[in-house]
């Protein structure tokens, strides 16, 4: 069983680096192909971060009216965060509020001199309450419009944010679904160019295998060759798939993160490299042995 074991592995080996041509035509299809499925594993991570970054600019603020004590205001936070739609509520008082607008218009002196003039703060305590699902704020708008303390209420910015998060809804619906069509469909074609460069390799040999078969050889020592190929194919197709990439990502890591701030590419491909080899190894060699698999099949019969 060794002996045999050996031959294949041996002959596996051969017939890859006597085909040269075709094998380095073979190892670039398969190449193209885990790039591709490493760019839609790219893909989707930036537009996971690009929906959250979004999604954590929408928010319900509501602001109380001055009177309101601000130990009130903190059991309606409290009532807030026992919702289930609810991901945080953050307090934000008047004092806090009038420092966050100094900080923000600092340097515009028309502004910082218009305030001093004023003897009382003029900003309002608030809550800004986000929720885990922008489809969920209308559960919490509604919670808000029918609570007993909503007398205490100067102002609700769901009104206006209404229509910001509706397009939101409908832009990670359309995005989630977008994108695992999008790697369905460039996953297939991954799958059948590269089955038909294996099998076009394979027909090369095809009187081979029908001698081989006649002699009496068996199955699966006639098909253990061809799928030890298929696994040279899927382990130097991933390396170079990672090699290749990396020039890429830290070239685009910089634009990425003009759109995406929160985003560093270079940072995120470097720091999960090892599961990113490990998924391109692993889909390589599935793609190059059931390819091998399925083309020499149809030479079997004699």
Same mark, same amino acid.
């Given at each position: 069983?060794?002996?045999?074991?050996?031959?294949?592995?041996?002959?596996?080996?051969?017939?890859?680096?006597?085909?040269?041509?075709?094998?380095?035509?073979?190892?670039?299809?398969?190449?193209?192909?885990?790039?591709?499925?490493?760019?839609?594993?790219?893909?989707?991570?930036?537009?996971?971060?690009?929906?959250?970054?979004?999604?954590?600019? #929408?928010?319900?603020?509501?602001?109380?009216?001055?009177?309101?004590?601000?130990?009130?205001?903190?059991?309606?936070?409290?009532?807030?965060?026992?919702?289930?739609?609810?991901?945080?509520?953050?307090?934000?008082?008047?004092?806090?509020?009038?420092?966050?607008?100094?900080?923000?218009?600092?340097?515009?002196?028309?502004?910082?001199?218009?305030?001093?003039?004023?003897?009382?703060?003029?900003?309002?305590?608030?809550?800004?309450?986000?929720?885990?699902?922008?489809?969920?704020?209308? #559960?919490?708008?509604?919670?808000?419009?029918?609570?007993?303390?909503?007398?205490?209420?100067?102002?609700?910015?769901?009104?206006?944010?209404?229509?910001?998060?509706?397009?939101?809804?409908?832009?990670?619906?359309?995005?989630?679904?977008?994108?695992?069509?999008?790697?369905?469909?460039?996953?297939?074609?991954?799958?059948?160019?590269?089955?038909?460069?294996?099998?076009?390799?394979?027909?090369?040999?095809?009187?081979?295998?029908?001698?081989?078969?006649?002699?009496?050889?068996?199955?699966?020592?006639?098909?253990?060759?061809?799928?030890?190929?298929?696994?040279?194919?899927?382990?130097?197709?991933?390396?170079?798939?990672?090699?290749?990439?990396?020039?890429? #990502?830290?070239? #685009?890591?910089?634009?990425?993160?003009?759109?995406?701030?929160?985003?560093?590419?270079?940072?995120?491909?470097?720091?999960?490299?090892?599961?990113?080899?490990?998924?391109?190894?692993?889909?390589?060699?599935?793609?190059?042995?059931?390819?091998?698999?399925?083309?020499?099949?149809?030479?079997?019969?004699?």
């Amino acid at each position: 069983m060794l002996t045999t074991l050996f031959r294949i592995i041996k002959y596996g080996f051969l017939g890859f680096w006597r085909n040269g041509w075709l094998s380095t035509a073979t190892l670039s299809i398969i190449v193209l192909a885990l790039l591709v499925f490493e760019g839609l594993m790219i893909f989707n991570v930036l537009t996971k971060n690009a929906l959250e970054t979004i999604q954590n600019k #929408i928010d319900i603020s509501v602001y109380f009216k001055t009177n309101i004590p601000e130990d009130d205001i903190l059991k309606i936070k409290k009532s807030l965060e026992g919702l289930a739609e609810v991901k945080s509520v953050e307090y934000i008082s008047r004092d806090k509020a009038l420092e966050i607008f100094k900080e923000r218009h600092k340097g515009e002196e028309t502004i910082i001199q218009s305030l001093e003039e004023l003897k009382d703060n003029p900003l309002l305590a608030s809550l800004n309450i986000k929720a885990h699902n922008p489809k969920e704020y209308t #559960i919490i708008a509604d919670y808000l419009e029918k609570a007993n303390f909503k007398v205490w209420f100067e102002k609700v910015t769901y009104t206006q944010n209404a229509m910001a998060i509706e397009r939101l809804s409908r832009i990670i619906d359309t995005a989630e679904k977008g994108g695992l069509a999008l790697i369905i469909f460039l996953t297939l074609i991954a799958v059948l160019v590269t089955f038909n460069t294996i099998r076009l390799a394979i027909y090369s040999t095809r009187e081979e295998i029908g001698i081989m078969r006649l002699v009496g050889a068996s199955n699966s020592f006639i098909r253990g060759p061809y799928v030890v190929e298929g696994i040279i194919y899927g382990l130097l197709a991933g390396i170079l798939s990672v090699i290749i990439a990396l020039p890429i #990502i830290y070239f #685009i890591s910089p634009y990425v993160r003009i759109f995406i701030p929160e985003m560093n590419l270079w940072s995120y491909f470097t720091s999960n490299l090892a599961g990113i080899l490990g998924y391109q190894l692993l889909f390589g060699v599935g793609l190059g042995v059931v390819s091998s698999v399925i083309a020499v099949r149809k030479y079997l019969r004699v």
